[in-house]
């Protein structure tokens, strides 16, 4: 027993352990590693249109830039500029509307600190402002105007898509600057506008829509030059000077002349290029993606050639990055999957790894603080973050509806950065903080295998009550030896078990959905418990009886309501239980230590008065022959008298002992010629007895004694009722139960063509000490039916006054086997 327990625990465990690793292994699949708590709460975008940090002196802290383009008609536009989040640097307006996505930070004076470069568009001019926060009063320019809007414009306004401003040493005067217009089509270009003249001196236009740009020295020359790429988004005819309908790559020096123009044909594609700032070998890798998905690595050296080149078929690129180590990462996307390979300055691949999403990715600040900048994309509401090995680490929700537009770090000294996020309708500030999961991920894990291993336990413990009680409920139902109903509150019947029939010896054949009551209608004693059951809705315990020609039952009904949670009957448990072997076995047994007693007490004083009444026989022969003549028939019949109460006291000790069986092999029709034979001295030319023998079947497992008692009592009887004079046939077949066909009785009837047994009698003739005969002791029958039920069997009588009797007997071949007799 205990190592079932210590299995089961051990089980228990098991499954608990594999539960909590389930769930381990699916958070860690899902959770992330860390979470964006709101800092202060969110700024909505009707009051402040956006809300960015930089560290614009690079003293370790971060400015708030606040843009102020949403304001009141009587307002102007402004920005302010605070040192931390309360303390005001300055405040600068303008008088135009703020192109807020395309504010940039430059350092145009060479001296570490940043300054903010601030576009504001009219209807269709464009004006330049720069911020610098160490010299607030120097405002060289401030509201310039720098760029006029197209001639003809079907559009109310002048829609720049992009606007890209750029600074080099080399020229410390200029500010270079790409411009994509977007309906308006016009103007498209780089141009170089003179701060000092406050005027554009350099342009080169055309007609291709901006990607991307960047000033470096390509060419290794010691003089730098400007990139710039496109994308074909198709808005000009194929003729056109350098038309969107390509995708093109440009090289300009610093005076924007054209060095070199790489045209990529395929319409919505576009080139995206990132420098290769290798001192001995500068080189470009050009990224040319195609609509459908396809996308070519190209490598180009100094002398504008390409070296290598690297396609990737049903991928789009989005990003790619050298490190000083020489090594590329370029971020693809696929329409299952996505993929970072890893790649060396000749485009050989040198890793991989494998990321579920198909999402744009973008590269952002150094979110967590490990030296490397992140990267997010947009699923839903939802902005993803990963690190460098494509895992997801962190997610920030927003509104149905909002759009992302910036996303910069608030730099606070001994205190963790700060993120914030700039969408189309809040400005929030949020803190990245480790996921309370993640930390304590394995004491959470040891925790739940505890929980599950207890639950477990304790399911297990309800399983195992449930599970008996229902062993005990279907067996109570099905293999119960007692008489078992279940009825519904209306009397219909759910379930019975095949003892009812039997035990209450039921002319009718049960049925499911039938009338109790119409089942049982001929015992009234059981019908009226079940009716007061039904009526009173309480338990029902009493004792029953009652008796048939053939048999007796003796026992007790319990009904018993079974009711819901709210005290509703649905159901009753009707289960009737049949004392009546035990009964009998106890009268039996009682009543055999009452006759051998009684039979001792009887034989002492009798062989006493024998032995007197001898005496006195003798004395009188010697003192008074006369007298012994006169008294001698006297004298015999006391001595008769005696020896029939002893023969009467020893018929009695011979069935006193009926209660254990000895079961043993016997043939059936030598048992049946032997008990025959023992009484061949009654047979005569006028009174025959034949032993008629049908049966197929010839061995039987049956106590031999006790049946050989059990035809001497039919026998007798039978020879008793014909007074000298007609036939007694003895005959045997088989019996088939249908209601178990593996079990086969053996039928056996005596018969007798006597004077028969009056009906008044049929009730009497089981009874002890009942007999018709002067001399009978009354018992007989009552033996020969506990015989017969004491092997299974059943004893039945039928009888015409005048003409026969018929004694039916009928034994199970096994008598081990208690099957249920077959009927009558």
Same mark, same amino acid.
């Given at each position: 027993?205990?190592?079932?327990?210590?299995?089961?625990?051990?089980?228990?465990?098991?499954?608990?352990?594999?539960?909590?690793?389930?769930?381990?292994?699916?958070?860690?699949?899902?959770?992330?590693?860390?979470?964006?708590?709101?800092?202060?709460?969110?700024?909505?975008?009707?009051?402040?249109?956006?809300?960015?940090?930089?560290?614009?002196?690079?003293?370790?802290?971060?400015?708030?830039?606040?843009?102020?383009?949403?304001?009141?008609?009587?307002?102007?536009?402004?920005?302010?500029?605070?040192?931390?989040?309360?303390?005001?640097?300055?405040?600068?307006?303008?008088?135009?509307?703020?192109?807020?996505?395309?504010?940039?930070?430059?350092?145009?004076?060479?001296?570490?600190?940043?300054?903010?470069?601030?576009?504001?568009?009219?209807?269709?001019?464009?004006?330049?402002?720069?911020?610098?926060?160490?010299?607030?009063?120097?405002?060289?320019?401030?509201?310039?105007?720098?760029?006029?809007?197209?001639?003809?414009?079907?559009?109310?306004?002048?829609?720049?898509?992009?606007?890209?401003?750029?600074?080099?040493?080399?020229?410390?005067?200029?500010?270079?600057?790409?411009?994509?217009?977007?309906?308006?089509?016009?103007?498209?270009?780089?141009?170089?506008?003179?701060?000092?003249?406050?005027?554009?001196?350099?342009?080169?236009?055309?007609?291709?829509?901006?990607?991307?740009?960047?000033?470096?020295?390509?060419?290794?020359?010691?003089?730098?030059?400007?990139?710039?790429?496109?994308?074909?988004?198709?808005?000009?005819?194929?003729?056109?000077?350098?038309?969107?309908?390509?995708?093109?790559?440009?090289?300009?020096?610093?005076?924007?002349?054209?060095?070199?123009?790489?045209?990529?044909?395929?319409?919505?594609?576009?080139?995206?290029?990132?420098?290769?700032?290798?001192?001995?070998?500068?080189?470009?890798?050009?990224?040319?993606?195609?609509?459908?998905?396809?996308?070519?690595?190209?490598?180009?050296?100094?002398?504008?050639?390409?070296?290598?080149?690297?396609?990737?078929?049903?991928?789009?690129?989005?990003?790619?990055?050298?490190?000083?180590?020489?090594?590329?990462?370029?971020?693809?996307?696929?329409?299952?999957?996505?993929?970072?390979?890893?790649?060396?300055?000749?485009?050989?691949?040198?890793?991989?790894?494998?990321?579920?999403?198909?999402?744009?990715?973008?590269?952002?600040?150094?979110?967590?603080?490990?030296?490397?900048?992140?990267?997010?994309?947009?699923?839903?509401?939802?902005?993803?973050?990963?690190?460098?090995?494509?895992?997801?680490?962190?997610?920030?929700?927003?509104?149905?509806?909002?759009?992302?537009?910036?996303?910069?770090?608030?730099?606070?000294?001994?205190?963790?950065?700060?993120?914030?996020?700039?969408?189309?309708?809040?400005?929030?500030?949020?803190?990245?903080?480790?996921?309370?999961?993640?930390?304590?991920?394995?004491?959470?894990?040891?925790?739940?295998?505890?929980?599950?291993?207890?639950?477990?336990?304790?399911?297990?413990?309800?399983?195992?009550?449930?599970?008996?009680?229902?062993?005990?409920?279907?067996?109570?139902?099905?293999?119960?030896?007692?008489?078992?109903?279940?009825?519904?509150?209306?009397?219909?019947?759910?379930?019975?078990?095949?003892?009812?029939?039997?035990?209450?010896?039921?002319?009718?054949?049960?049925?499911?959905?039938?009338?109790?009551?119409?089942?049982?209608?001929?015992?009234?004693?059981?019908?009226?418990?079940?009716?007061?059951?039904?009526?009173?809705?309480?338990?029902?315990?009493?004792?029953?009886?009652?008796?048939?020609?053939?048999?007796?039952?003796?026992?007790?009904?319990?009904?018993?309501?079974?009711?819901?949670?709210?005290?509703?009957? !649905? %159901?009753?448990?009707?289960?009737?239980?049949?004392?009546?072997?035990? $009964?009998? /076995?106890?009268?039996? &047994? *009682?009543?055999?230590?009452?006759?051998?007693?009684?039979?001792?007490?009887?034989?002492?004083?009798?062989?006493?008065?024998?032995?007197?009444?001898?005496?006195?026989?003798?004395?009188?022969?010697?003192?008074?022959?006369?007298?012994?003549?006169?008294?001698?028939?006297?004298?015999?019949?006391?001595?008769?008298?005696?020896?029939?109460?002893?023969?009467?006291?020893?018929?009695?000790?011979?069935?006193?002992?009926?209660?254990?069986?000895?079961?043993?092999?016997?043939?059936?029709?030598?048992?049946?010629?032997?008990?025959?034979?023992?009484?061949?001295?009654?047979?005569?030319?006028?009174?025959?007895?034949?032993?008629?023998?049908?049966?197929?079947?010839?061995?039987?497992?049956?106590?031999?004694?006790?049946?050989?008692?059990?035809?001497?009592?039919?026998?007798? !009887? %039978?020879?008793?009722?014909?007074?000298?004079?007609?036939?007694?046939? $003895?005959? /045997?077949?088989?019996? &088939? *139960?249908?209601?178990?066909?593996?079990?086969?009785?053996?039928?056996?009837?005596?018969?007798?063509?006597?004077?028969?047994?009056?009906?008044?009698?049929?009730?009497?003739?089981?009874?002890?000490?009942?007999?018709?005969?002067?001399?009978?002791?009354?018992?007989?029958?009552?033996?020969?039916?506990?015989?017969?039920?004491?092997?299974?069997?059943?004893?039945?009588?039928?009888?015409?006054?005048?003409?026969?009797?018929?004694?039916?007997?009928?034994?199970?071949?096994?008598?081990?086997?208690?099957?249920?007799?077959?009927?009558?």
């Amino acid at each position: 027993m205990k190592s079932a327990f210590t299995k089961i625990r051990l089980i228990v465990f098991v499954l608990a352990l594999v539960c909590a690793t389930t769930i381990a292994v699916w958070f860690s699949a899902n959770m992330f590693q860390y979470e964006f708590v709101l800092s202060e709460p969110e700024m909505p975008v009707a009051r402040i249109s956006q809300v960015s940090f930089r560290d614009l002196d690079k003293d370790g802290r971060s400015e708030r830039i606040e843009v102020y383009n949403n304001p009141r008609p009587e307002d102007t536009f402004y920005i302010n500029i605070n040192a931390g989040s309360q303390h005001l640097i300055n405040q600068w307006y303008v008088q135009d509307s703020i192109l807020i996505h395309h504010l940039q930070y430059l350092d145009m004076t060479n001296d570490q600190i940043d300054e903010l470069i601030v576009w504001t568009q009219g209807r269709d001019s464009l004006f330049l402002s720069i911020i610098d926060i160490t010299h607030p009063e120097i405002r060289e320019i401030y509201n310039t105007f720098v760029l006029r809007g197209p001639e003809q414009n079907t559009h109310k306004i002048w829609d720049i898509r992009r606007i890209h401003a750029l600074h080099t040493p080399e020229k410390p005067q200029s500010l270079f600057f790409t411009i994509f217009s977007g309906h308006s089509l016009a103007p498209r270009g780089i141009f170089e506008f003179d701060l000092k003249k406050r005027t554009v001196v350099n342009e080169f236009p055309f007609n291709a829509a901006l990607a991307h740009s960047k000033i470096f020295d390509l060419d290794a020359d010691g003089r730098q030059e400007v990139l710039v790429s496109t994308s074909a988004t198709s808005n000009f005819p194929d003729s056109a000077q350098y038309s969107d309908a390509f995708s093109w790559f440009f090289v300009f020096n610093l005076q924007l002349e054209l060095l070199h123009a790489m045209k990529k044909e395929g319409t919505f594609g576009g080139i995206k290029f990132t420098p290769g700032d290798f001192p001995s070998n500068p080189s470009v890798f050009l990224i040319v993606t195609q609509a459908d998905r396809n996308t070519e690595i190209l490598k180009m050296d100094k002398h504008f050639h390409i070296v290598a080149e690297k396609k990737l078929r049903g991928y789009t690129t989005d990003v790619l990055k050298f490190g000083e180590d020489g090594r590329g990462q370029v971020y693809s996307k696929g329409w299952q999957q996505a993929k970072k390979l890893i790649i060396d300055t000749n485009l050989v691949v040198l890793d991989s790894i494998l990321f579920e999403e198909t999402k744009t990715l973008n590269e952002t600040v150094d979110i967590d603080n490990n030296g490397k900048n992140n990267f997010y994309y947009h699923a839903g509401n939802r902005i993803y973050f990963i690190d460098e090995n494509m895992k997801k680490i962190a997610f920030f929700e927003m509104e149905d509806g909002e759009k992302l537009n910036r996303i910069s770090l608030k730099r606070t000294p001994g205190k963790p950065n700060e993120i914030a996020f700039n969408t189309t309708k809040n400005s929030y500030l949020t803190k990245l903080q480790a996921s309370f999961v993640y930390t304590w991920f394995w004491p959470l894990f040891i925790l739940q295998v505890i929980v599950y291993a207890f639950v477990l336990h304790a399911l297990q413990l309800v399983f195992i009550r449930i599970r008996i009680y229902f062993a005990y409920f279907r067996f109570s139902l099905k293999e119960s030896d007692n008489a078992i109903l279940l009825i519904n509150h209306k009397g219909r019947i759910l379930s019975i078990n095949h003892n009812v029939e039997d035990t209450l010896m039921l002319e009718k054949r049960s049925e499911k959905q039938q009338d109790v009551f119409s089942l049982l209608q001929q015992r009234n004693e059981i019908c009226d418990a079940i009716s007061l059951a039904l009526k009173e809705n309480r338990q029902i315990s009493k004792a029953i009886s009652f008796s048939s020609a053939s048999s007796n039952f003796i026992g007790s009904i319990t009904i018993t309501p079974l009711r819901t949670y709210f005290h509703l009957v !649905n %159901a009753y448990l009707i289960e009737i239980r049949d004392n009546t072997k035990q $009964i009998i /076995v106890e009268r039996q &047994q *009682n009543w055999q230590r009452n006759v051998r007693r009684m039979v001792h007490d009887i034989k002492n004083p009798l062989a006493g008065v024998q032995l007197k009444l001898q005496t006195i026989y003798l004395r009188l022969m010697e003192d008074s022959p006369e007298m012994a003549d006169k008294l001698q028939d006297e004298i015999e019949i006391a001595n008769s008298e005696i020896h029939r109460i002893l023969s009467i006291s020893k018929e009695f000790l011979k069935f006193s002992d009926l209660t254990e069986l000895k079961l043993a092999p016997v043939n059936i029709e030598q048992l049946l010629a032997a008990c025959i034979d023992h009484f061949k001295a009654f047979v005569t030319e006028n009174m025959k007895m034949a032993l008629v023998f049908k049966s197929e079947i010839k061995m039987a497992a049956w106590d031999k004694r006790q049946i050989e008692l059990l035809m001497h009592v039919l026998i007798e !009887n %039978a020879i008793d009722a014909l007074q000298g004079k007609g036939n007694i046939a $003895i005959e /045997v077949t088989t019996a &088939q *139960n249908l209601s178990s066909v593996e079990n086969q009785f053996i039928r056996i009837s005596v018969t007798d063509d006597g004077h028969g047994i009056e009906p008044q009698q049929f009730d009497k003739i089981f009874e002890p000490n009942y007999s018709a005969k002067p001399e009978g002791s009354g018992m007989g029958l009552v033996f020969a039916r506990q015989i017969v039920h004491q092997h299974h069997g059943r004893l039945h009588v039928d009888s015409e006054p005048g003409k026969k009797t018929v004694f039916i007997i009928s034994l199970p071949i096994d008598a081990q086997n208690d099957q249920p007799v077959p009927d009558k």
